[in-house]
C-alpha cells in the first residue's frame, strides 16, 4: 500500500494498523530548534483518546506517545527539536479482534471492507486494519509539533452539526468547547445532542456531523496558484479524514445561492495603513494565497458505517448475507473528528509557512507605502 504520506516540505507518514502492536508517524522536515514538551503532544491526544464519554467508543487506549528520535532534551527543560526525522510510536493496549471473527469474510455496507479487499486481494478484518479511524491519532501527534512551526496562529475546531440538528450560531462561545463532550460551541444545545445521541447509541445505530476549523493569525500569502493552492491542499488533508464526505471553503456551497454583491469581500484600509476585509466570505483565502483574515473550513463526516442493524450486504464468494457488525464503535465518528481536523489544519499551515519561506522569504510584499 502506497499513499502514506502527506505534505511536501513539512511532511508526515503514518505507519499501523488499528489491532496491530502500535501505530504512529514520521515528521520529516520539520525546522530544527522548535522547543516543545512530551505533554504538549500528549495533551492533544487526549483530547482524541477514545473512551472519554459515553458517545464515544469504548475502547480504552491511554495513546500514550513515545518519541524515538529527531529531538534532544532542552537544558531549560523539555525537548528542541534537531531537524531529523521525529518519530513518534502509540501502542495499542485494547485490542479485541475476536469481536471481528464473524465478518472476516463479509463486506460491512458503507466501509472500506470491500474495497481494501478489490484493491489488494487482502484486507486486514480487525477494526479495518489501516482505514480504521485509530489511525488518526497519529496525525493528531504530528499536528502538535506542527502547530510549533506557526508562533501567533490558532487553529480552533468545533462540531456545528450532528444529524439534523445544527448549533444556533448567535450563541456560539469558543470558550464552551472544552467543557462538554461533542466540542460544542453552543451550550443550549449540548443536552439536545445529549438527548439526540442517546436515542441513536440505544439503537446500535449511528449518525453523521459537520465540524467547522478557524484559523487565525496566518499571515497573508500563504499558497500558490493552480497546482499549490492553500484552499485546495486543506481540502485534500480533511479529505484523506477517515469517514470525511465532503469539505468546503468559507461560504463553500453556500456561494452558490449569494450574489456577487453578497459575496465579495470589500476591502478598507485598516491598521499600520494595510487593508481590512469587511466580510470573510472567502474563508480567508482567494486564488489559492491566504489573504490574512481567519481561514475558515467545514467538513462532513458521515455515519459510522459498523452498526447493529442488520444490513444486506454479500461475502468474498459472493453468497448474499445479513450483517450485524459487532464491536465497540462511535455512534457518532464526527466528535472525535474535531481534534484529528484541527491536526490536518496545523500540517498543512505549516507546511505552506516553510513552502513560502523558501519561495519569497519570510515577509509578505506589501503593494503599499511602509
Known amino acids: 500500500m502506497s499513499f502514506n504520506s502527506f505534505g511536501h516540505l513539512f511532511r508526515v507518514t503514518t505507519f499501523g494498523e488499528s489491532h496491530g502492536p502500535a501505530i504512529g508517524c514520521v515528521v520529516d522536515g520539520c525546522p530544527p530548534g522548535l522547543r516543545f514538551t512530551l505533554e504538549e503532544i500528549q495533551e492533544a491526544l487526549d483530547r482524541r483518546r477514545p473512551g472519554t464519554s459515553r458517545f464515544t467508543t469504548q475502547r480504552r487506549e491511554p495513546d500514550a506517545v513515545r518519541i524515538l528520535s529527531g529531538t534532544l532534551?532542552?537544558?531549560?527543560?523539555?525537548?528542541?527539536?534537531?531537524?531529523?526525522?521525529?518519530?513518534?510510536?502509540?501502542?495499542?493496549?485494547?485490542?479485541?479482534?475476536?469481536?471481528?471473527?464473524?465478518?472476516?469474510?463479509?463486506?460491512?455496507p458503507g466501509h472500506a471492507d470491500f474495497t481494501y479487499d478489490i484493491k489488494y486481494g487482502i484486507r486486514d478484518h480487525r477494526g479495518g486494519g489501516r482505514s480504521s479511524a485509530r489511525?488518526?491519532?497519529?496525525?493528531?501527534?504530528?499536528?502538535?509539533?506542527?502547530?510549533?512551526?506557526?508562533?501567533?496562529?490558532?487553529v480552533r475546531g468545533a462540531l456545528v452539526r450532528i444529524g439534523e440538528i445544527e448549533i444556533d450560531r448567535s450563541r456560539w462561545d469558543w470558550n464552551e468547547v472544552p467543557n462538554n463532550p461533542f466540542f460544542c460551541p453552543d451550550p443550549e444545545t449540548v443536552p439536545v445532542w445529549t438527548d439526540y445521541l442517546d436515542g441513536i447509541r440505544k439503537r446500535g445505530s449511528s449518525v453523521g456531523a459537520v465540524i467547522e476549523l478557524v484559523a487565525e493569525g496566518v499571515p497573508p500569502g500563504l499558497g500558490a496558484?493552480?497546482?499549490?493552492?492553500?484552499?485546495?491542499?486543506?481540502?485534500?488533508?480533511?479529505?484523506?479524514?477517515?469517514?470525511?464526505?465532503?469539505?468546503?471553503i468559507g461560504e463553500g456551497f453556500n456561494a452558490a445561492r449569494l450574489t456577487g454583491e453578497e459575496n465579495a469581500d470589500e476591502m478598507r484600509m485598516g491598521n499600520e495603513g494595510r487593508p481590512a476585509f469587511l466580510a470573510n466570505h472567502a474563508g480567508g483565502i482567494l486564488g489559492g494565497i491566504s489573504t490574512g483574515a481567519p481561514v475558515v473550513a467545514r467538513f462532513a463526516v458521515k455515519p459510522t458505517s459498523s452498526i447493529l442493524t442488520p444490513r444486506q450486504t454479500v461475502d468474498k464468494f459472493g453468497t448474499e448475507t445479513d450483517l450485524i457488525t459487532k464491536g465497540r464503535h462511535?455512534?457518532?465518528?464526527?466528535?472525535?473528528?474535531?481534534?484529528?481536523g484541527e491536526a490536518m489544519m496545523w500540517?498543512?499551515?505549516?507546511?505552506?509557512?516553510?513552502?513560502?519561506r523558501g519561495q519569497v522569504g519570510e515577509n509578505p510584499h506589501w503593494p503599499f507605502p511602509r
Do not use: F, W
Request: with cysteine; charged share 20%; glycine share 10%.
Open 347 to 356: 500540517c498543512v499551515l505549516a507546511d505552506h509557512l516553510l513552502r513560502h
Open 225 to 248: 496558484p493552480l497546482y499549490g493552492k492553500l484552499d485546495g491542499d486543506l481540502a485534500s488533508a480533511l479529505m484523506g479524514i477517515n469517514a470525511v464526505k465532503g469539505v468546503e
Open 135 to 154: 489511525e488518526t491519532a497519529t496525525r493528531v501527534a504530528a499536528g502538535a509539533i506542527a502547530a510549533k512551526v506557526l508562533p501567533g496562529v490558532s
Open 330 to 340: 462511535d455512534p457518532c465518528v464526527g466528535i472525535r473528528a474535531v481534534p484529528v
Open 73 to 108: 532534551e532542552h537544558p531549560e527543560g523539555g525537548l528542541v527539536s534537531t531537524g531529523t526525522p521525529i518519530a513518534l510510536l502509540i501502542e495499542n493496549v485494547d485490542q479485541r479482534s475476536k469481536d471481528y471473527n464473524d465478518i472476516a469474510g463479509s463486506y460491512r
